[in-house]
């Protein structure tokens, strides 16, 4: 054997590949309980889903040991073409995939069906590492920017015109990476904002303050009270502007106490949101006040959140209703509490939430989960294996395979630390923040906190198109690191 090779296999962290193996072999069992058939206990039946499973199990063996094997050159040296290569392939499957339940990502491949816009995950992560570990590049750069931004952002686009808005979701994941590479903390402030302000004015545009004026929206009142809170907070925290935030603060506080005095002893109907309107509006002023007097463009950036942030609010109603699908609609609304559809959008979460609270402490058993038996979960081998492992091995198996997750996201993230090449220490965030993204929304939406967007849980979910991205996601990781020793950046 090569010696290069046989570095390789010393320096090769197996408690990784431990867990690897751990989480695949739970998974099989977990959808051989979910689609075995007492009718047919073959266990080699490679016409059922565990027996296929078992073939995608032996192809992913197969093709970690061909990456183990490769040079980590050709990672570093080919990452751009790569990239270029899924770029080009999502187009085509856009083109050229036919209608699978409303989406086109699926290349039919003889008897084999690949969603190209899994293995676009390793492609962007390859690339983005790539960029970002060149020489010169700095996050300070305008262009370097945009064009790390464009990296995450076209694959992304792609794969929603797919009407795969799951997968493409994942790739926000990779902005956990920019923030560890030295992304200023506003941007995730803003996408944080962004998440929060759209839920409140979805779930509250239709409730008014008080009953007495039904046609007041709570929303947009939360979001303005949010915003003005969070602008002062960026005041005193960036330029200790004590006056501005007490300013503020007294007047807000002063008017709402007249209104409340107002509505409930003159018993006028004044409008409250009317209120935050010229708080807000005051805000706005005093702050660009400052910017012209004190010439700090922060100043006026923080007045553009707050003006933003109104202007998002009053645009979440549009996007919500004329932008996102119907059932994408049902589903967000269902999570949030405005529907109780069981029966229908609702169906898939109630009966796996059952499911899981069925299986109690230790579960039902081995192939004794009622739920899965009878075929209530759809999907109950693919995106809501989850809710199998809950019914069959209870809590205590639930937790065993969150802490399994954990255990190697942190794993990987002590990878990570640990290389010299800041190309492979990049790719090993990106490969850490796609695992847990996924984990986090499929776990999620199984127990009904996020809502059902259709992703599937790593090494569990039934799919050669899943395994094998995954296993291909890590497995050059883990071949960089095997290689740290040789590298240096």
Same mark, same amino acid.
């Given at each position: 054997m090569d010696r290069r090779n046989e570095n390789i296999l010393i320096n090769i962290d197996m408690w990784t590949i431990g867990l690897y193996i751990a989480l695949v072999i739970f998974g099989w069992i977990s959808i051989y309980g979910a689609s075995y058939n007492f009718d047919d206990s073959n266990f080699w039946d490679f016409s059922q889903r565990f027996g296929k499973q078992l073939v995608w199990i032996g192809c992913s063996v197969a093709i970690a040991a061909v990456l183990l094997m490769l040079d980590t050159k050709i990672y570093t040296t080919l990452a751009y073409f790569i990239y270029a290569f899924f770029i080009i392939l999502?187009?085509?499957?856009?083109?050229?995939?036919?209608?699978?339940r409303g989406s086109h990502s699926w290349l039919v491949l003889g008897p084999v069906s690949l969603q190209p816009a899994e293995f676009a995950k390793t492609a962007t992560c390859l690339c983005l590492a790539k960029f970002m570990s060149s020489y010169g590049f700095s996050m300070k750069n305008v262009r370097d920017t945009i064009i790390m931004y464009l990296i995450i952002f076209v694959p992304m686009l792609i794969i929603i015109a797919q009407n795969e808005t799951g997968s493409a979701l994942?790739?926000?994941?990779l902005f956990l990476v920019l923030y560890r590479q030295g992304m200023t903390g506003i941007i995730l402030l803003l996408g944080v904002c962004a998440a929060v302000f759209f839920v409140v004015a979805i779930r509250f545009g239709a409730t008014p303050i008080v009953d007495a004026v039904p046609d007041e929206n709570l929303g947009m009142f939360a979001i303005m009270i949010m915003a003005t809170i969070i602008a002062l907070s960026m005041v005193y925290f960036y330029y200790r502007d004590n006056t501005l935030v007490k300013t503020i603060s007294i007047m807000?506080?002063?008017?709402?106490l007249i209104g409340i005095f107002v509505y409930?002893?003159?018993?006028?109907?004044?409008?409250?949101?009317?209120?935050?309107?010229i708080v807000v509006g005051a805000l706005i002023v005093y702050l660009l006040v400052m910017a012209l007097r004190q010439r700090k463009i922060g100043y006026f950036l923080i007045s553009l959140f707050v003006a933003g942030s109104i202007g998002f609010g009053q645009m979440s109603d549009y996007a919500f209703n004329k932008i996102l699908q119907p059932h994408q609609q049902v589903r967000i609304k269902v999570t949030l509490g405005m529907e109780n559809d069981l029966k229908? #959008?609702?169906?898939?979460?109630?009966?796996?939430?059952i499911a899981i609270g069925s299986g109690r402490l230790t579960g039902k058993g081995f192939l004794q989960g009622t739920q899965t038996k009878l075929k209530y979960v759809p999907e109950q081998d693919t995106d809501f294996i989850f809710c199998t492992v809950?019914?069959?091995?209870?809590?205590?198996g639930t937790t065993?395979?969150?802490?399994?997750?954990?255990?190697?996201?942190?794993?990987?993230?002590?990878?990570?630390?640990?290389?010299? #090449?800041?190309? #492979?220490?990049?790719?090993?965030?990106?490969v850490a923040s796609i695992i847990f993204f996924h984990v986090a929304i499929n776990v999620g939406m199984v127990i009904g906190l996020t809502p059902v967007i259709g992703i599937p849980l790593p090494f569990f979910s039934y799919g050669g198109s899943s395994l094998w991205s995954f296993t291909i996601l890590l497995f050059i990781f883990l071949r960089l690191d095997a290689s740290r020793k040789e590298v240096y950046d």
């Open positions: 999502l187009i085509v499957t856009l083109l050229v995939a036919p209608d699978t994942a790739y926000f994941a807000g506080v002063s008017m709402f409930n002893y003159l018993d006028v109907k004044i409008k409250f949101s009317y209120l935050a309107y229908k #959008s609702g169906y898939n979460v109630n009966q796996s939430m809950g019914e069959e091995h209870g809590f205590i065993a395979v969150v802490i399994g997750f954990l255990t190697l996201m942190l794993r990987l993230i002590a990878l990570a630390e640990r290389q010299r #090449s800041l190309f #492979s220490k990049i790719y090993g965030y990106c």
